[in-house]
């Protein structure tokens, strides 16, 4: 086996190559990942991986700009597999020409599972979630999500009770899969 081959197809992370957001090709963990056998990849829209059409959206947008700026993404996410059940997912791309940035690019993918467990949140709660990951106040995330510091406020309270956290940081240190 030519040692790039191997490379790719036995790495310790989900790889995927994507062409307009339409998968060329995956390694073998990421077939493990989503329960999906490698093969059975190709040709598929990686929106069959995402958690719900909403987020294959809106995420879509927000790659796209950053890959039109960098050529690089990276966020940690909800994703879905095969049999339906959802868990995180750490996720970086490299898009091979950032002024077209989703004509080709090269994705991996970690599954955060045994770290951070996936309790049901809806698409806001999820993006409320992220944002405090990032250290955002809620008078930050209620200016990115259009939302009022009031609103942000009642979900991130929501969190808080859904993941049994006491305080902010650590409802931040059960999101991010740190030991408390």
């Known amino acids: 086996m030519e040692l790039n081959a191997l490379a790719f197809d036995h790495a310790p992370v989900g ?6 957001r339409i998968i060329q090709r ?3 963990r990421f077939g493990e990942m989503f329960a999906t056998p490698a093969e059975a990849c190709a040709n598929r829209s990686i929106a069959d991986f995402y958690a719900s059409d909403e987020d294959f ?3 879509g947008e927000k790659v796209y700009s950053t890959l039109g700026g ?3 993404y990276s966020d940690e996410r909800v994703m879905q597999r095969r049999d339906g059940t ?12 950032p002024d077209h940035p989703f004509q080709k690019s090269v994705w991996s993918f970690a ?4 770290d951070r467990p996936v309790v049901e949140l809806t698409q806001r709660e999820r993006e409320v979630a992220i944002l405090t990951c990032r250290g955002m106040t809620s008078k930050e995330i209620g200016l990115e999500l259009e939302l009022s510091y009031r609103t942000v406020e009642e979900y991130r309270a929501r ?3 859904k993941f049994g956290a006491r305080k902010l940081a650590e409802l931040v240190a059960k999101l991010s899969g740190m030991p408390l």
């Not at 790889?15 to 307009?20: S, Y």
């Not at 599954?111 to 045994?114: C, F, G, P, Q, V």
């Open 159 to 161: 969190l808080l009770r």
């Open 15 to 20: 790889l995927c190559i994507l062409e307009n």
């Open 70 to 72: 960098t050529g690089r």
């Open 86 to 97: 959802l868990f995180w997912c750490r996720v970086r791309g490299q898009s091979t020409s």
């Open 111 to 114: 599954d955060l599972s045994e």
């Open 26 to 28: 995956v390694n073998l």
């Open 57 to 59: 959206q809106k995420l």
